[in-house]
T-cell receptor
Framework: GQNIDQPTEMTATEGAIVQINCTYQ??????LFWYQQHAGEAPTFLSY??LDGLEEKGRFSSFLSRSKGYSYLLLKELQMKDSASYLC??????????WGAGTKLIIKP | GAVVSQHPSWVICKSGTSVKIECRSL??????MFWYRQFPKQSLMLMAT?????????EQGVEKDKFLINHASLTLSTLTVTSAHPEDSSFYIC?????????????FGSGTRLTVV
């Protein structure tokens, strides 16, 4: 079966750095997405990785290792507004999005 | 960037009635629209994939006669929850892919919070 694993919840301090991991087992791979979702709102796109390596976008970076079925989202200089759920999703061989359950990130002052 | 407009944002309806949710792609043509349901503290669950001009493809366990999907044009897809029951109360979200490239991600509508009383 297809499976996406990510931690249920993480806590970090304002101004610090946090890394949210995602491992996946899917039938085929056409890329991995990270989305941010605030409570009661729809997800917003953060990043897309299809090749191995690190993609940096401001305070957020996303890393992919296809051989390990592994990705992480790195958030630097954390701000209170970064408190949200972070969803990992993989595009499988049929171009279907397979979603992880999401990681709730709690930022403390 | 690509924008998907979803209406209504929230709706309360009586048990047994039907509710229609609309999603419009404002600045691009969405040949495919995805409909999700999300219960509190859970991830997105794909309900169905609608393709313009053809029948929607429903995921296993989703009743196609209860959740009617119409994708009559390249910019509009609708989901109608028929004979709604309290267990249908959920957050419904549509999503489309900007044809300019996967790298831009899948754009989501703002979601519809449905409460059936």
């Amino acid at each position: 079966g297809q499976n996406i694993d990510q931690p249920t919840e993480m806590t970090a301090t304002e101004g610090a750095i946090v890394q949210i991991n995602c491992t996946y087992q899917t039938s085929g791979f056409n890329g991995l997405f990270w989305y941010q979702q605030h409570a009661g709102e729809a997800p917003t796109f953060l990043s897309y990785n299809v090749l191995d390596g690190l993609e940096e976008k401001g305070r957020f970076s996303s890393f992919l290792s296809r051989s390990k079925g592994y990705s992480y989202l790195l958030l630097k200089e954390l701000q209170m507004k970064d408190s949200a759920s972070y969803l990992c999703a993989v595009l499988d061989s049929n171009y279907q999005l397979i979603w992880g359950a999401g990681t709730k990130l709690i930022i403390k002052p | 960037g690509a924008v998907v407009s979803q209406h209504p944002s929230w709706v309360i309806c009586k048990s047994g009635t039907s509710v229609k949710i609309e999603c419009r792609s404002l600045d691009f043509q969405a040949t495919t629209m995805f409909w999700y349901r999300q219960f509190p503290k859970q991830s997105l669950m794909l309900m169905a994939t609608s393709n313009e001009g053809s029948k929607a493809t429903y995921e296993q366990g989703v009743e196609k006669d209860k959740f009617l999907i119409n994708h009559a044009s390249l910019t509009l897809s609708t989901l109608t929850v028929t004979s709604a029951h309290p267990e249908d109360s959920s957050f419904y979200i549509c999503s489309a892919r900007d044809l300019e490239g996967i790298g831009n991600g899948y754009t989501f509508g703002s979601g519809t919070r449905l409460t059936v009383v």
